[in-house]
């Protein structure tokens, strides 16, 4: 299974030029029809030269096929690349635009959608039967080599088992990092389907209801579709490639689990000895009160200091303090007696003899002193 993983397996960049190798020497033959190059061991280039001429013509003027084949040859394959992405994006975008009508939704058809959700859901399923086979192996093995275990009969050997766990093991990485590689692909499929269907909305607002637009201003946008397009292509190939990897890898945990049928596993007797924790406590109240006793016991340690001549001995010194005097100040009631204020008033009326009044005012009140 590691020579297998080892052999296939690489970075998702290294399969990504690869994809794009392949369909670049596709397109070998055609590219040399129409630039006029002679194949390796075939030297009639004016032959191919008047085919290519003669492709040239049915799509562009004379003037610009002369133009084009007076190029030399890397000009000409890379004007024959940016034409290409120039024809796919024009594709594209007419595509777009009948699913438009015909649906009413504006986003190109992909089987990205499903394709990426099945195919996660098939490894982590896989990595779950993995990762639980791998539990059951481990588990065996810890009791086969408890020392305290009395194992009577042992029906699978232990190094066969120790082989199974490092296999299952194994394939539980493999298929972690095929999942990894999955999780990758399908976010950069959700970057490249949003930059597309943002090309495509700025691509339709620049046409809109045009009759002619300049090929400045439309071109770029093509060649950008085409790019992302290409780029959803090439994680789907990509998504198929780590598909088959898990699917070819299943057959190696298969063929172990032959070895190792669960039936046999299971006849396997182990004694355990009986184990009690007297401990053990269920209540949470009783939990709760054990653990307010540990935290008082922690306030109350004593600290003691010893030495030779006061070992076994023990001086009592005892410190009081003499009462003071203390004196009180209380209060004393008193009270005083304040003459009663009199006034005599004489002539209000008048007298006999007199017409008018004259108030003589005495006043009688004893004084304080006396």
Same mark, same amino acid.
């Given at each position: 299974?590691?020579?297998?993983?080892?052999?296939?397996?690489?970075?998702?960049?290294?399969?990504?030029?690869?994809?794009?190798?392949?369909?670049?020497?596709?397109?070998?033959?055609?590219?040399?029809?129409?630039?006029?190059?002679?194949?390796?061991?075939?030297?009639?280039?004016?032959?191919?030269?008047?085919?290519?001429?003669?492709?040239?013509?049915?799509?562009?003027?004379?003037?610009?096929?002369?133009?084009?084949?007076?190029?030399?040859?890397?000009?000409?394959?890379?004007? &024959?690349?940016?034409?290409?992405?120039?024809?796919?994006?024009?594709?594209?975008?007419?595509?777009?635009?009948?699913?438009?009508?015909?649906?009413?939704?504006?986003?190109?058809?992909?089987?990205?959608?499903?394709?990426?959700?099945?195919?996660?859901?098939?490894?982590?399923?896989?990595?779950?039967?993995?990762?639980?086979?791998?539990?059951?192996?481990?588990?065996?093995?810890?009791?086969?080599?408890?020392?305290?275990?009395?194992?009577?009969?042992?029906?699978?050997? &232990?190094?066969?088992?120790?082989?199974?766990?490092?296999?299952?093991?194994?394939?539980?990485?493999? &298929?972690?990092?095929?999942?990894?590689?999955?999780?990758?692909?399908?976010?950069?499929?959700?970057?490249?389907?949003?930059?597309?269907?943002?090309?495509?909305?700025?691509?339709?607002?620049?046409?809109?209801?045009?009759?002619?637009?300049?090929?400045?201003?439309?071109?770029?946008?093509?060649?950008?579709?085409?790019?992302?397009?290409?780029?959803?292509?090439?994680?789907?190939?990509?998504?198929?490639?780590?598909?088959?990897?898990?699917?070819?890898?299943?057959?190696?945990?298969?063929?172990?689990?032959?070895?190792?049928?669960?039936?046999?596993?299971?006849?396997?007797?182990?004694?355990?000895?009986?184990?009690?924790?007297?401990?053990?406590?269920?209540?949470?109240?009783?939990?709760?009160?054990?653990?307010?006793?540990?935290?008082? &016991?922690?306030?109350?340690?004593?600290?003691?200091?010893?030495?030779?001549?006061?070992?076994?001995?023990?001086?009592?010194?005892?410190?009081?303090?003499?009462?003071?005097?203390?004196?009180?100040?209380?209060?004393?009631?008193?009270?005083?007696?304040?003459?009663?204020?009199?006034?005599?008033?004489?002539?209000?009326?008048?007298?006999?003899?007199?017409?008018?009044?004259?108030?003589?005012?005495?006043?009688?009140?004893?004084?304080?002193?006396?």
């Amino acid at each position: 299974m590691q020579v297998y993983f080892d052999m296939n397996y690489t970075s998702r960049r290294e399969f990504i030029e690869e994809h794009q190798r392949v369909l670049q020497s596709r397109l070998v033959p055609v590219s040399r029809e129409i630039t006029g190059q002679a194949e390796p061991g075939f030297p009639n280039r004016h032959h191919h030269s008047e085919r290519g001429y003669s492709c040239l013509t049915e799509r562009l003027s004379p003037v610009r096929a002369g133009t084009f084949m007076s190029l030399i040859k890397k000009e000409k394959e890379q004007q &024959l690349n940016d034409l290409s992405m120039i024809v796919t994006g024009i594709r594209l975008f007419n595509k777009e635009r009948q699913q438009e009508r015909r649906r009413g939704h504006r986003r190109l058809a992909s089987n990205s959608d499903e394709a990426i959700p099945s195919t996660s859901k098939d490894i982590e399923w896989e990595l779950e039967l993995s990762q639980r086979l791998a539990w059951q192996y481990t588990a065996w093995l810890e009791r086969l080599l408890d020392p305290e275990v009395e194992t009577r009969e042992c029906i699978v050997p &232990l190094d066969m088992l120790k082989q199974a766990l490092y296999n299952v093991r194994q394939h539980e990485a493999f &298929l972690k990092v095929i999942l990894a590689d999955v999780i990758l692909c399908a976010k950069q499929v959700e970057t490249l389907q949003t930059e597309l269907a943002t090309r495509m909305k700025l691509l339709r607002v620049t046409i809109h209801s045009k009759t002619a637009v300049p090929t400045a201003q439309v071109f770029p946008h093509f060649t950008a579709l085409a790019k992302f397009w290409s780029g959803l292509q090439d994680e789907m190939v990509l998504l198929s490639i780590l598909g088959n990897m898990m699917e070819n890898l299943q057959p190696f945990l298969a063929a172990q689990s032959q070895l190792f049928p669960d039936a046999a596993l299971r006849q396997t007797l182990i004694c355990w000895r009986p184990t009690f924790v007297k401990s053990y406590e269920w209540n949470e109240w009783e939990l709760r009160r054990k653990a307010i006793k540990l935290a008082n &016991l922690r306030g109350k340690v004593t600290h003691s200091m010893q030495t030779n001549l006061s070992h076994m001995r023990r001086d009592n010194v005892t410190q009081t303090y003499l009462p003071k005097d203390v004196a009180c100040q209380s209060k004393r009631d008193g009270k005083s007696n304040v003459p009663k204020p009199q006034v005599y008033l004489a002539g209000l009326r008048g007298g006999k003899n007199q017409h008018y009044t004259h108030m003589i005012k005495t006043n009688l009140t004893r004084s304080v002193d006396d």
